[in-house]
C-alpha cells in the first residue's frame, strides 16, 4: 500500500460529504464517476472532518486508517472512465467486493476481481480480446433471441452492457461486463458453483487450450463424473458465519468424494471435518432438482447453443425462516458455440449427471420436501 491510497482517501472529489467516506470505507470502495482519476494530489481545500482528523491524529495514523479500509474492501478507489449504453455516470457509486462469489474472478493475490453494488448490479472483469467479446456478444445475442423461451431466459442473469473500470495499483482500464448479482435478495447467501459437462474444451479453441483443459478435466471430476465442484460456501448459522471452501479444496475433490460434498453445502455444520448433517438436503435439492428438470427439457430440443465450461449456480438462503429459498441460475458463458445444428450431449450428460446425483442424496435422507420456493 502506498502513499497514493493515502492522497486517495484525502482528496476532496471523493470526500465531498465525509460522512459518506466514513460509512463506506469500512467495506466498500467509493467509485469517482466524474470522469477524473482519483490518485493525486489537489490544490481544493479538504473537508473539515478530513482536515481536522488529519491534524490531530497526524498523516500516520490517517495512513493506518487508509490501510485498514483496503483491508476490508480489498480495493481502494476506482474510476469510471466510460459509461454504459452511451449513458455518462456524473454521480459518486460504491461498491464493494464480490464476498459471495464463490469461483472465477476473486480478490487474491493481486488479482483483479469481481465488484457489487447495492443496486443489485455485479461487475465482472471480463478477459482482454476475443474471450471477452465472446462472452458479451453471447449475452446480447441470447437475450435477444426470440426462439428462446422467456423460461429459459430466466435461468440466465440479466445483462446490462459493459463499463470500464480504472484499477488500483497502475492496473489501468479493465472492461466489467455489468450484470444481475445472483445472490442480491439473499440476507446471508450459501452458494454453490458446479461446472457442467465431461469436457470443457472444443475444438474451435485451438490446441493449446484444449490440450490445458483436457489436463484440469483428467485431475478433476469432470471427466469421470460430468460435473466439478469450483467452489462453495455455506453460512452456518450456529456460527454466525459461512465456511468457504479454498480453491485446492475444492480442486483435489476426488471422484468418490463429490456426493459427499454435495451434502456438505446442504448441511447445517459444514465447518464439521466429516459427519455432515444434511439438514437441508430435501428441501435445497428437492427445489433444485424442480427448476434443473425445466432446464433439462430445454436441452433436450435446442440446437443453437452449445454451452462449454459453463457452471451451474445454487444459491440458498442460510438462516430461513419458515420456507428455503432457493435459486438456481446458470453462469459463465465465454465459452458458447453456435448452430451446431445438433444437441449439446456435453452439457446435458452432465446435467443428468448432476441430477441423478442429487436425486441419490435426497433419497438416503427421505423424500423431497416440497416446502422449498424458488426464486
Known amino acids: 500500500m502506498s502513499l497514493c491510497l493515502y492522497q486517495q482517501c484525502l482528496n476532496p472529489n471523493l470526500l465531498q460529504e465525509s460522512a459518506s467516506f466514513v460509512m463506506a470505507g469500512m467495506d466498500s470502495a467509493v467509485v469517482g464517476t466524474n470522469g477524473n482519476h482519483l490518485s493525486g494530489s489537489s490544490s481544493s481545500p479538504l473537508p473539515p472532518l478530513v482536515s481536522a482528523l488529519t491534524l490531530v491524529i497526524g498523516p500516520l495514523a490517517m495512513l493506518s486508517y487508509c490501510r485498514f479500509i483496503q483491508h476490508h474492501a480489498l480495493v481502494s478507489a476506482y474510476n469510471f472512465h466510460c459509461a454504459t449504453n452511451g449513458l455518462r455516470h456524473t454521480s459518486f457509486q460504491v461498491f464493494k467486493v464480490a464476498d459471495n462469489q464463490v469461483a472465477g474472478h476473486r480478490f487474491e493475490e493481486g488479482r483483479v476481481g469481481s465488484l457489487i453494488d447495492d443496486s443489485g448490479r455485479f461487475y465482472k472483469p471480463l478477459q482482454t480480446g476475443a474471450r471477452g467479446d465472446k462472452e458479451v ?62 469436457r470443457t474444451w472444443y475444438l474451435e479453441a485451438g490446441p493449446k487450450y484444449v490440450e490445458k483443459c483436457k489436463l484440469k478435466d483428467q485431475e ?18 450456529n456460527k454466525g458465519e459461512a465456511w468457504k471452501a479454498g480453491r485446492d479444496w475444492c480442486k483435489y475433490i476426488k471422484t468418490e468424494a463429490v456426493s459427499e ?81 445438433e444437441i449439446d450431449d456435453n452439457f446435458l450428460s452432465g446435467l443428468n449427471a448432476l441430477m441423478k446425483m442429487l436425486t441419490e442424496i435426497i433419497d438416503s435422507v427421505g423424500n423431497v420436501d416440497t416446502s422449498a420456493s424458488h426464486k
Request: with cysteine; proline share 4%; hydrophobic share 40%.
Open 261 to 341: 460434498a454435495l451434502v456438505r453445502f446442504a448441511s447445517s455444520n459444514p465447518s464439521a471435518e466429516k459427519e455432515y448433517d444434511g439438514a437441508f438436503c430435501k428441501a435445497v435439492y428437492g427445489a433444485t432438482l424442480t427448476e434443473l428438470q425445466k432446464l433439462k427439457s430445454w436441452f433436450e430440443e435446442q440446437k443453437s447453443y452449445h454451452f462449454h465450461s459453463a457452471s451451474v449456480l445454487i444459491v440458498y438462503e442460510g438462516k430461513p425462516s419458515r420456507t428455503q429459498t432457493v435459486s438456481v441460475r446458470l453462469v459463465d458463458f465465454a465459452h458458447v458455440v453456435y448452430d451446431k445444428n
Open 220 to 237: 478433476t471430476t469432470s471427466a469421470a463424473l460430468g460435473i466439478r465442484v469450483s467452489g462453495m460456501m455455506v453460512y452456518e448459522a
Open 137 to 198: 456478444n453471447f449475452f446480447k445475442r441470447f437475450h435477444s433471441d426470440v426462439n428462446v423461451p422467456s423460461s429459459v431466459k430466466s435461468f440466465f442473469p440479466n445483462f446490462f452492457g459493459t463499463i470500464e473500470i480504472d484499477t488500483p495499483n497502475g492496473g489501468g482500464l479493465v472492461r466489467h461486463a455489468v450484470m444481475e448479482n445472483l445472490t442480491n435478495g439473499f440476507q446471508h447467501p450459501s452458494v454453490m458453483d458446479v461446472k457442467i459437462g465431461f
